[in-house]
Protein backbone atom coordinates (compact mmCIF):
# COMPACT_ATOMS: atom_id res chain seq x y z
CA UNK A 1 0.00 0.00 0.00
CA UNK A 2 1.44 3.36 -0.88
CA UNK A 3 0.61 6.70 0.68
CA UNK A 4 1.31 10.62 1.09
CA UNK A 5 -0.01 13.39 2.83
CA UNK A 6 -1.13 16.34 1.30
CA UNK A 7 -3.24 19.40 1.66
CA UNK A 8 -6.82 19.64 0.55
CA UNK A 9 -9.46 22.32 0.73
CA UNK A 10 -12.87 20.50 2.08
CA UNK A 11 -15.90 22.33 0.54
CA UNK A 12 -18.00 24.99 3.47
CA UNK A 13 -14.55 24.87 5.52
CA UNK A 14 -13.05 27.70 6.76
CA UNK A 15 -9.61 26.89 6.91
CA UNK A 16 -7.29 24.07 5.63
CA UNK A 17 -7.27 20.62 6.70
CA UNK A 18 -5.30 16.99 6.03
CA UNK A 19 -6.19 14.11 4.33
CA UNK A 20 -4.15 10.82 3.65
CA UNK A 21 -4.58 10.17 -0.43
CA UNK A 22 -4.48 6.02 -0.56
CA UNK A 23 -4.69 2.76 -2.44
CA UNK A 24 -6.49 0.36 -0.26
CA UNK A 25 -6.75 -3.44 -0.71
CA UNK A 26 -10.81 -4.70 -0.90
CA UNK A 27 -11.76 -7.57 0.71
CA UNK A 28 -13.07 -10.76 -1.31
CA UNK A 29 -16.31 -11.77 0.74
CA UNK A 30 -17.09 -14.96 -1.68
CA UNK A 31 -16.96 -17.94 -0.92
CA UNK A 32 -14.99 -20.64 -3.30
CA UNK A 33 -17.49 -23.10 -4.29
CA UNK A 34 -19.74 -24.94 -7.41
CA UNK A 35 -22.73 -27.43 -7.53
CA UNK A 36 -21.87 -30.56 -6.07
CA UNK A 37 -21.92 -33.00 -9.14
CA UNK A 38 -19.86 -36.31 -7.32
CA UNK A 39 -18.61 -37.20 -4.49
CA UNK A 40 -15.18 -36.51 -4.98
CA UNK A 41 -16.16 -32.45 -5.68
CA UNK A 42 -17.95 -32.30 -2.57
CA UNK A 43 -15.02 -33.66 -0.59
CA UNK A 44 -13.09 -31.05 -2.34
CA UNK A 45 -15.71 -28.19 -1.19
CA UNK A 46 -15.75 -29.54 2.22
CA UNK A 47 -12.39 -29.38 2.76
CA UNK A 48 -11.63 -25.69 1.01
CA UNK A 49 -14.49 -24.96 3.63
CA UNK A 50 -12.71 -26.38 6.76
CA UNK A 51 -9.43 -24.19 5.31
CA UNK A 52 -10.78 -20.77 4.13
CA UNK A 53 -8.34 -18.12 5.42
CA UNK A 54 -10.31 -16.30 8.15
CA UNK A 55 -10.76 -13.24 5.50
CA UNK A 56 -13.19 -14.98 3.28
CA UNK A 57 -15.31 -15.41 6.40
CA UNK A 58 -18.43 -12.57 7.03
CA UNK A 59 -18.07 -11.94 10.56
CA UNK A 60 -15.09 -11.65 12.85
CA UNK A 61 -15.83 -13.05 16.28
CA UNK A 62 -13.64 -11.97 19.33
CA UNK A 63 -10.85 -13.49 20.85
CA UNK A 64 -11.95 -13.12 23.95
CA UNK A 65 -15.52 -11.77 24.50
CA UNK A 66 -16.60 -9.93 28.01
CA UNK A 67 -13.22 -9.86 30.10
CA UNK A 68 -13.99 -7.66 33.06
CA UNK A 69 -11.65 -4.83 33.35
CA UNK A 70 -13.61 -3.18 36.41
CA UNK A 71 -16.40 -3.93 38.96
CA UNK A 72 -19.24 -2.75 37.35
CA UNK A 73 -21.26 -4.72 35.16
CA UNK A 74 -20.68 -2.24 32.32
CA UNK A 75 -17.05 -2.71 33.04
CA UNK A 76 -16.45 -5.44 29.76
CA UNK A 77 -14.21 -5.19 26.44
CA UNK A 78 -13.95 -8.01 23.61
CA UNK A 79 -10.71 -8.19 22.13
CA UNK A 80 -9.51 -9.61 18.63
CA UNK A 81 -5.91 -10.76 18.27
CA UNK A 82 -4.29 -9.77 15.32
CA UNK A 83 -1.89 -12.58 13.57
CA UNK A 84 1.45 -11.62 14.05
CA UNK A 85 4.42 -13.90 16.18
CA UNK A 86 5.83 -11.13 17.65
CA UNK A 87 3.91 -8.21 19.84
CA UNK A 88 1.06 -6.47 18.07
CA UNK A 89 -0.17 -3.08 18.26
CA UNK A 90 -3.09 -2.40 19.89
CA UNK A 91 -6.24 0.14 18.58
CA UNK A 92 -8.56 0.88 21.86
CA UNK A 93 -12.14 1.73 19.64
CA UNK A 94 -14.55 3.91 22.57
CA UNK A 95 -18.27 4.16 21.24
CA UNK A 96 -19.88 6.86 20.95
CA UNK A 97 -23.74 7.85 22.18
CA UNK A 98 -23.04 11.22 23.82
CA UNK A 99 -21.90 9.46 27.32
CA UNK A 100 -25.43 8.60 27.80
CA UNK A 101 -26.21 5.25 24.82
CA UNK A 102 -24.35 3.25 23.10
CA UNK A 103 -22.26 -0.23 23.98
CA UNK A 104 -18.60 -2.00 22.67
CA UNK A 105 -18.84 -3.88 19.59
CA UNK A 106 -19.66 -7.90 19.39
CA UNK A 107 -18.12 -8.71 16.35
CA UNK A 108 -16.96 -7.12 13.25
CA UNK A 109 -19.01 -7.33 9.54
CA UNK A 110 -16.90 -7.60 6.67
CA UNK A 111 -20.01 -6.85 4.53
CA UNK A 112 -20.44 -3.48 6.16
CA UNK A 113 -17.33 -2.28 7.28
CA UNK A 114 -17.81 1.15 8.50
CA UNK A 115 -15.70 3.84 10.06
CA UNK A 116 -15.16 2.07 13.62
CA UNK A 117 -15.29 -1.64 11.66
CA UNK A 118 -11.62 -3.51 13.60
CA UNK A 119 -11.56 -5.11 9.84
CA UNK A 120 -9.02 -2.96 8.92
CA UNK A 121 -6.75 -2.79 11.51
CA UNK A 122 -6.47 -6.68 12.05
CA UNK A 123 -5.87 -6.62 8.21
CA UNK A 124 -2.53 -4.82 9.26
CA UNK A 125 -1.48 -6.51 11.97
CA UNK A 126 -3.30 -3.91 14.91
CA UNK A 127 -5.16 -5.95 17.27
CA UNK A 128 -8.45 -4.43 18.66
CA UNK A 129 -9.76 -4.00 21.82
CA UNK A 130 -13.73 -2.60 22.30
CA UNK A 131 -14.78 -0.72 25.30
CA UNK A 132 -18.13 -0.54 27.27
CA UNK A 133 -18.41 1.83 29.99
CA UNK A 134 -20.91 2.80 32.75
CA UNK A 135 -23.30 5.57 31.21
CA UNK A 136 -24.39 8.85 32.02
CA UNK A 137 -26.55 10.29 33.74
CA UNK A 138 -26.75 7.52 36.13
CA UNK A 139 -23.01 7.44 36.14
CA UNK A 140 -22.28 11.55 35.57
CA UNK A 141 -18.52 12.09 34.72
CA UNK A 142 -15.62 11.34 35.71
CA UNK A 143 -17.29 7.29 35.31
CA UNK A 144 -17.70 6.85 31.92
CA UNK A 145 -14.10 8.71 31.23
CA UNK A 146 -12.10 7.26 34.27
CA UNK A 147 -13.20 3.55 33.16
CA UNK A 148 -12.03 4.06 29.29
CA UNK A 149 -9.08 5.27 31.34
CA UNK A 150 -8.98 2.04 33.24
CA UNK A 151 -9.53 -0.40 30.56
CA UNK A 152 -6.64 1.24 28.80
CA UNK A 153 -4.54 0.33 31.35
CA UNK A 154 -5.81 -3.01 32.18
CA UNK A 155 -5.08 -3.88 28.19
CA UNK A 156 -1.30 -2.97 28.89
CA UNK A 157 -1.30 -5.19 32.23
CA UNK A 158 -2.85 -7.87 29.92
CA UNK A 159 -0.18 -7.20 27.04
CA UNK A 160 2.40 -10.24 27.86
CA UNK A 161 -0.39 -12.49 28.12
CA UNK A 162 -2.18 -11.59 25.27
CA UNK A 163 0.88 -10.94 22.78
CA UNK A 164 0.42 -6.74 22.49
CA UNK A 165 3.26 -4.34 22.58
CA UNK A 166 2.06 -2.23 25.38
CA UNK A 167 3.96 0.93 23.70
CA UNK A 168 2.37 1.18 20.51
CA UNK A 169 -1.47 1.74 21.83
CA UNK A 170 -4.08 4.28 20.08
CA UNK A 171 -7.47 5.17 21.01
CA UNK A 172 -10.04 6.06 18.40
CA UNK A 173 -13.76 6.91 18.69
CA UNK A 174 -16.50 8.75 17.21
CA UNK A 175 -18.43 11.88 19.04
CA UNK A 176 -18.55 11.32 23.03
CA UNK A 177 -16.25 8.07 22.10
CA UNK A 178 -14.19 10.95 20.33
CA UNK A 179 -14.04 12.76 23.67
CA UNK A 180 -12.80 10.50 25.65
CA UNK A 181 -10.31 9.44 23.35
CA UNK A 182 -8.71 12.98 22.94
CA UNK A 183 -8.97 13.57 26.90
CA UNK A 184 -6.71 10.36 28.00
CA UNK A 185 -4.35 11.87 24.82
CA UNK A 186 -4.32 15.28 26.19
CA UNK A 187 -4.63 15.20 30.37
CA UNK A 188 -1.86 14.11 32.22
CA UNK A 189 -1.05 10.42 32.55
CA UNK A 190 -3.01 8.80 35.52
CA UNK A 191 -1.11 5.99 36.01
CA UNK A 192 0.16 5.26 39.72
CA UNK A 193 3.67 3.83 40.10
CA UNK A 194 3.12 3.55 43.96
CA UNK A 195 -0.40 1.85 43.58
CA UNK A 196 -1.13 -1.55 45.32
CA UNK A 197 -3.16 -2.81 42.03
CA UNK A 198 -1.17 -3.55 39.36
CA UNK A 199 -3.36 -2.24 36.60
CA UNK A 200 -3.13 0.76 38.15
CA UNK A 201 0.66 0.93 37.85
CA UNK A 202 -0.13 0.97 34.36
CA UNK A 203 -0.08 4.53 31.78
CA UNK A 204 -3.56 6.01 30.58
CA UNK A 205 -1.37 7.65 28.13
CA UNK A 206 -2.15 6.65 24.60
CA UNK A 207 0.59 7.15 21.38
CA UNK A 208 -1.83 8.18 19.44
CA UNK A 209 -5.66 9.00 18.75
CA UNK A 210 -7.52 8.82 15.91
CA UNK A 211 -11.22 10.36 16.04
CA UNK A 212 -14.38 11.85 14.46
CA UNK A 213 -16.73 14.68 15.71
CA UNK A 214 -15.68 14.61 18.85
CA UNK A 215 -16.60 17.20 21.60
CA UNK A 216 -13.54 18.75 21.94
CA UNK A 217 -15.19 21.00 25.25
CA UNK A 218 -18.31 20.38 27.18
CA UNK A 219 -17.87 23.76 28.98
CA UNK A 220 -21.68 25.18 28.47
CA UNK A 221 -20.63 29.04 28.21
CA UNK A 222 -17.43 28.16 25.95
CA UNK A 223 -19.12 26.14 23.53
CA UNK A 224 -22.17 28.72 23.26
CA UNK A 225 -19.81 31.18 22.34
CA UNK A 226 -18.29 28.92 19.87
CA UNK A 227 -21.23 27.16 18.09
CA UNK A 228 -24.52 29.38 19.49
CA UNK A 229 -27.26 27.67 21.58
CA UNK A 230 -28.40 24.76 20.12
CA UNK A 231 -25.52 22.60 21.63
CA UNK A 232 -27.28 23.06 24.87
CA UNK A 233 -29.97 21.29 23.49
CA UNK A 234 -28.17 18.04 23.64
CA UNK A 235 -28.41 15.48 26.24
CA UNK A 236 -24.85 14.95 26.37
CA UNK A 237 -23.42 18.42 28.25
CA UNK A 238 -26.32 18.56 31.15
CA UNK A 239 -26.47 14.54 31.60
CA UNK A 240 -22.68 14.65 32.02
CA UNK A 241 -22.69 16.08 35.22
CA UNK A 242 -26.24 14.64 36.58
CA UNK A 243 -27.89 17.94 35.73
CA UNK A 244 -31.66 17.46 33.74
CA UNK A 245 -31.35 20.32 31.18
CA UNK A 246 -29.79 23.38 29.69
CA UNK A 247 -31.60 25.35 32.43
CA UNK A 248 -30.72 23.79 35.41
CA UNK A 249 -27.06 23.62 33.93
CA UNK A 250 -26.82 27.37 33.87
CA UNK A 251 -28.60 27.70 37.01
CA UNK A 252 -25.81 26.03 38.38
CA UNK A 253 -23.27 26.46 36.71
CA UNK A 254 -20.40 27.27 39.18
CA UNK A 255 -20.98 24.08 40.55
CA UNK A 256 -20.48 22.30 37.79
CA UNK A 257 -17.97 24.90 35.92
CA UNK A 258 -14.74 22.56 37.23
CA UNK A 259 -16.00 18.87 36.01
CA UNK A 260 -16.59 21.05 32.47
CA UNK A 261 -13.08 22.47 32.54
CA UNK A 262 -11.73 18.36 33.67
CA UNK A 263 -12.85 16.76 31.17
CA UNK A 264 -12.65 19.23 27.88
CA UNK A 265 -9.46 18.09 26.53
CA UNK A 266 -9.39 21.68 25.26
CA UNK A 267 -7.58 22.51 28.52
CA UNK A 268 -5.37 20.18 28.52
CA UNK A 269 -3.24 20.58 25.39
CA UNK A 270 0.23 20.80 25.64
CA UNK A 271 3.21 20.24 23.48
CA UNK A 272 4.23 16.69 24.56
CA UNK A 273 0.90 15.28 24.01
CA UNK A 274 0.79 12.19 21.34
CA UNK A 275 -0.40 12.68 17.73
CA UNK A 276 -3.84 13.25 16.89
CA UNK A 277 -6.16 13.64 14.04
CA UNK A 278 -9.62 15.27 14.13
CA UNK A 279 -12.00 14.02 11.44
CA UNK A 280 -14.94 16.42 11.42
CA UNK A 281 -18.06 16.66 8.41
CA UNK A 282 -20.43 18.99 7.97
CA UNK A 283 -20.63 22.71 7.56
CA UNK A 284 -18.62 24.93 10.17
CA UNK A 285 -21.45 27.81 9.98
CA UNK A 286 -22.36 29.57 13.41
CA UNK A 287 -24.68 29.57 14.48
CA UNK A 288 -24.72 25.79 14.12
CA UNK A 289 -28.14 25.17 11.93
CA UNK A 290 -29.38 22.37 14.50
CA UNK A 291 -29.11 20.72 17.84
CA UNK A 292 -26.75 17.05 16.11
CA UNK A 293 -24.94 19.53 14.39
CA UNK A 294 -24.06 22.06 17.09
CA UNK A 295 -22.80 18.90 19.21
CA UNK A 296 -20.35 17.53 16.39
CA UNK A 297 -19.69 20.91 14.96
CA UNK A 298 -16.47 20.96 13.17
CA UNK A 299 -15.60 24.37 15.11
CA UNK A 300 -14.94 22.66 18.25
CA UNK A 301 -11.94 20.41 16.58
CA UNK A 302 -11.06 23.70 15.17
CA UNK A 303 -10.47 25.28 18.30
CA UNK A 304 -8.57 22.15 19.67
CA UNK A 305 -6.36 22.32 16.50
CA UNK A 306 -5.81 26.12 17.19
CA UNK A 307 -4.70 25.34 20.73
CA UNK A 308 -2.44 23.03 19.77
CA UNK A 309 -0.65 24.33 17.18
CA UNK A 310 0.10 27.51 19.62
CA UNK A 311 1.82 24.93 21.85
CA UNK A 312 3.50 22.66 19.42
CA UNK A 313 1.61 19.42 19.59
CA UNK A 314 0.89 17.29 16.68
CA UNK A 315 -2.53 17.73 15.59
CA UNK A 316 -3.96 17.12 11.79
CA UNK A 317 -7.27 18.21 11.05
CA UNK A 318 -9.87 16.86 8.36
CA UNK A 319 -13.13 18.40 7.51
CA UNK A 320 -15.43 16.35 4.82
CA UNK A 321 -19.01 18.32 3.83
CA UNK A 322 -20.61 14.55 4.15
CA UNK A 323 -19.93 11.69 6.73
CA UNK A 324 -19.15 8.31 5.32
CA UNK A 325 -21.82 6.49 7.11
CA UNK A 326 -21.10 2.54 4.78
CA UNK A 327 -17.75 2.57 4.59
CA UNK A 328 -14.62 2.76 6.96
CA UNK A 329 -12.40 5.55 6.48
CA UNK A 330 -9.18 5.42 5.65
CA UNK A 331 -7.92 8.85 6.62
CA UNK A 332 -8.50 7.10 10.55
CA UNK A 333 -7.00 3.66 9.60
CA UNK A 334 -4.33 5.49 7.88
CA UNK A 335 -3.18 7.53 10.05
CA UNK A 336 -3.41 5.22 13.48
CA UNK A 337 -1.20 2.75 10.89
CA UNK A 338 1.77 5.45 10.44
CA UNK A 339 1.95 6.08 14.14
CA UNK A 340 2.09 2.45 15.13
CA UNK A 341 3.48 0.16 12.53
CA UNK A 342 7.45 -0.09 12.59
CA UNK A 343 8.65 2.20 9.51
Known amino acids: MTRSWKRISAAGAAAACWAVIFAANGVDKRLEGCKLMAERAASRAEQALRTRSEGDARYVEPTLRNVRYGPDERNVLNFWKAPGNRPTPVIVLIHGGGWTVGDKAERFDRQNIDVWSGIPYLKAGISVVSVAYRLAPRHPLPAPVYDAARAIQFVRWKAEDWGLDKTRLAVAGGSAGGATSLWLAYHDDLADPDSDDPVARESTKPACAAVEAPQTCIDPILCRQWVGDR ?33 SAYFHVDKDDPPTLLYCFGTAQYPAPSVGMAIHSPILSWKLKQKADEVGAECDFVLRTTRSKRFYNNVLVEFVKSKLLAK
Open 231 to 263: ILQHRMIPYSVGATNAQELLKNYNRYKGTFREF
